[in-house]
């Protein structure tokens, strides 16, 4: 069981910041049109186990080990959007021929849906804000919000 504030805190960055960021993405590609690209989905892979992992959290023991698990994939993902936004900055080469992945829809040819899938390319920001691109983004959110929760959970406290 979860003894300390601060763990209960942790836990809940742990939940809330890969939904939250997850949320982000999906509303920034199904509703504003920004597609993503092969290195954009690499850094939603840790988030979803993070999600899974923080779940756990909140109905399996050891929760402390659920929490610092969900906290290092939250890094890793901002690890991977670091390396993206590198390459987006051009600061060095991707390690693929990276585009969007079409997939076939329902009923649909793969002929249909290479042909309507956008291009998007890896290494061109599709949106900036201060300079900053999604990628720089989730690099710093992912990077503070996985530290403070490892932060967090080593922090000796009143147990509850």
């Known amino acids: 069981m979860i003894d300390t504030p ?4 942790a836990r809940c960055i742990v939940l809330l910041v890969p939904a939250l960021l997850l949320g982000g993405a999906y509303v920034s590609q199904y509703v504003f049109g920004l597609y993503p690209c092969e290195m954009c989905w690499w850094q939603r ?3 979803f186990a993070a999600l899974a992992l923080a779940l756990l959290a909140f109905i399996a023991p050891p929760q402390r080990l659920w929490i610092a698990l969900a906290a290092l994939a ?5 690890l991977i959007g670091l390396f993206h936004a590198g390459v987006e900055y051009h600061w060095w080469q991707g390690i693929t021929g990276c585009a969007a992945i079409p997939s076939a829809s329902e009923g649909g040819s793969a002929l249909d849906a290479i042909m309507n899938t956008p ?8 949106w900036r804000l201060f300079g900053i691109s999604l990628a720089g983004y989730n690099f710093l959110i992912s990077s503070a919000a996985g530290i403070a929760a490892i932060s967090l959970l080593a922090k000796k406290g009143k147990r509850a």
């Open 6 to 9: 601060a763990a209960r805190t």
């Open 45 to 47: 892979y840790p988030h």
């Open 74 to 78: 939250i890094i890793a993902s901002g």
């Open 119 to 126: 291009l998007v390319r890896c290494d061109e920001a599709a």
